[in-house]
């Protein structure tokens, strides 16, 4: 195995802090688009270069520079924005990207096909709008997703304030950011202490953290790099189960890499959080594969070195000692729609999206819809892990005002919407993902109908299935974690999983592997009938599949309830 760096480590090692050539890069007006070493760069700033993928064999042919563009990810913490940011964030979708929001599986935003010389100024407007793109891509933590609606009790509320002063302590420090995008002065003196944490060469890999507040696992916990799981006893906040190693990516056919659920290592009260959080960062900076990025992710580390070390390492340089973890229990891991009353007597309303993607499309005018509202409403917006969102803190008697709206604009597809299509995830591929290998958000319209035919046919149109779909085994939908999930191989060929549970915490398995539509249907039509026919009271689609021996459940157990 090599030990040599990886290309990244010299990129990051010489870049001076993420600084670069990109601000020259952005300035040259020859081509739009950046070197590649800059592109490493600018994903560390919330941006890749993409290519219009179905404008590529066209433009080739026409001795044509690709069709380049820029994605752009916002760093939004919990998924909270107010609806002032909706609006910039709106006209910026209009004016300078392709006309559509996309909320993404980490509950946040990304703007595609923004061209060369707008990307400073979207940057920028974001800035002003009080919000941020730093650390929402590269090897650094990354915007640190939690429950979204956590204005449910007192408890929720702090367990919200933690996920998002977590997420900012934890972002690279560097004035990069200023000087590139914001116009801000260059340090006169080149920083030493630049990056307390990171240092010169940041992380291995990109680092996942996850806040979920128990019965809800909206946010997939057991698939974060580090995942929190709050112990709320009598409406009080304890603290956190300290959960350690997930993650969903792997390549075809290297059984060296995988997908894994993360192990729960411990507890620690809340004033303890952060140092945790920190110990677990700079554990995996000095451990973690900087050879082959393939292996670079903290789930590798922990099953390299072994679960015990590894948490024995993090308590050395804590100086203290993981608490025994707390029992807790989680019921689902979808999305509660419709109207939810906080504790404080607030409503919230949770509003279905396909695929996360805000655009005006037939009868359903996500964006202007959204947009309405957002002129309109005096809580905040919050994004949630599924693609959906919720319009949240919403007065008893602004309901009426907020339903007349989201009727006026079709977007009470969930009062109605099968249980399928209400469970269904499907991350972005093509045209702008450079790694999809086959369609995944566009081919979601597709499925869904042939899939809710079936269900009906034996009469399972409400039975609440996760369904995920992956354009390439990367897992941005978290596919492994599907009752049902379509992994992409090629062009409308899948791999198809089966048998998740619903709380997210049972990965699925391989059932059919390279198969297309047709074979897809075949295989699940009697999966459908037997589930109908032999289902027991209240039985998810996943654990009858296991129960029933289609699938066999060898996926490693992650602790649920721990005698407390
Ligand atoms: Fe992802 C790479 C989109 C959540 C695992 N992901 C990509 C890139 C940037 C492709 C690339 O590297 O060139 C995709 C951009 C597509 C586009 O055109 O927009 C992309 N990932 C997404 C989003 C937008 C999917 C979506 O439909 O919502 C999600 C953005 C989240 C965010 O706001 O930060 C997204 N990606 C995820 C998740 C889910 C999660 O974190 O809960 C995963 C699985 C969890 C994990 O990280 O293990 C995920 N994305 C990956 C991987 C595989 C990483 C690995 O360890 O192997 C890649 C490829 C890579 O990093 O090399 C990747
Ligand atoms: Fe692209 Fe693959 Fe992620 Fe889908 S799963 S967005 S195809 S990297």
């Not at 560097?174 to 990056?195: C, F, M, N, S």
């Not at 060296?256 to 303890?272: E, I, K, N, Q, W």
């Not at 198809?496 to 049972?506: P, S, T, V």
């Amino acid at each position: 195995m090599s030990t040599e760096l990886s290309d990244l480590e010299r990129i990051k090692a010489e870049s001076r802090h993420l600084r670069g050539t990109l601000a020259e890069g952005l300035r040259d007006p020859v081509t739009n688009a950046i070197s590649e070493d800059d592109n490493k760069l600018l994903k560390f700033h919330g941006s890749y270069l993409q290519d219009d993928r179905d404008l590529r064999d066209e433009r080739r042919r026409q001795k044509l520079e690709p069709a380049y563009a820029f994605m752009l990810r916002a760093r939004l913490p919990s998924g909270v924005l107010t609806p002032a940011q909706w609006l910039v964030f709106d006209r910026l979708a209009r004016e300078y990207a392709n006309g559509t929001l996309r909320i993404t599986t980490r509950q946040t935003f990304q703007w595609h096909g923004i061209i060369k010389r707008h990307l400073k100024p979207t940057i920028a407007a974001i800035h002003e709008a009080l919000a941020t793109t730093i650390a929402a891509c590269g090897d650094v933590v990354r915007n640190v997703v939690s429950t979204p609606n956590p204005v449910e009790s007192e408890a929720h509320a702090q367990a919200y304030q933690w996920a998002t002063y977590l997420s900012e302590e934890l972002s690279p420090k560097t004035r990069a950011y200023h000087e590139i995008w914001l116009d801000g002065e260059p340090l006169v003196d080149e920083p030493k202490q630049e990056e307390p944490l990171y240092g010169t060469t940041y992380l291995p890999r990109k680092f996942k953290i996850g806040l979920a507040i128990p019965p809800l696992n909206d946010i997939d916990v057991f698939a974060q790099d580090l995942g929190l799981i709050a112990i709320i006893e009598a409406g009080e906040l304890k603290g956190f189960n300290v959960a350690v190693g997930g993650g969903m990516g792997a390549t075809h056919g290297d059984g060296s890499t995988y997908p894994r659920l993360a192990s729960v290592m411990g507890f620690v009260t809340p004033d303890r959080v952060l140092a945790v959080a920190e110990a677990a960062v700079a554990v995996q900076r000095d451990w973690g594969n900087r050879s082959e990025r393939k292996h670079a992710r903290l789930k590798y580390t922990i099953d390299k070195h072994g679960l015990a070390a590894f948490k024995a390492e993090v308590e050395k340089r804590l100086g203290f000692a993981l608490s025994p973890e707390r029992a807790f229990h989680f019921d689902h891991n979808g999305d509660r729609y419709g109207w939810v009353e906080g504790s404080d007597g607030r409503w919230h309303l949770t509003l279905q999206i396909e695929s996360g993607r805000l655009a005006d499309v037939g009868e359903r005018r996500w964006l202007t819809g959204l947009r309405e509202l957002a002129n309109v409403h005096q809580g905040d917006f919050r994004l949630t892990c599924n693609q959906n969102v919720i319009i949240a803190n919403v007065a008893v008697d602004q309901r009426a005002h907020i339903d007349a709206i989201v009727a006026a604009h079709g977007l009470d597809g969930y009062r109605t919407d099968s249980g399928i299509r209400r469970h269904a995830v499907a991350c972005v591929a093509l045209p702008t993902c450079g790694l999809a290998m086959a369609e995944s958000e566009r081919y979601l319209p597709a499925i869904l109908p042939k899939l809710e035919a079936l269900l009906e046919s034996h009469g399972l149109r409400d039975a609440p299935i996760l369904l995920r779909l992956s354009g390439c085994p990367n897992g941005c939908s978290r596919p492994y974690l599907g009752e049902i999930a379509l992994v992409g191989r090629g062009p409308g060929r899948y791999d198809l999983r089966l048998g998740a549970d619903f709380r997210g915490q049972r990965l699925n398995r391989s059932y059919r592997e390279n198969v297309d539509e047709a074979a897809i249907l075949e295989a699940l039509a009697p999966l459908f009938a037997g589930y109908a026919a032999e289902r027991l009271q209240g039985e998810y689609f996943g654990d009858f599949l296991v129960r029933s021996g289609v699938i066999a459940d060898q996926a490693k157990p992650v602790v649920d309830e721990v005698a407390a």
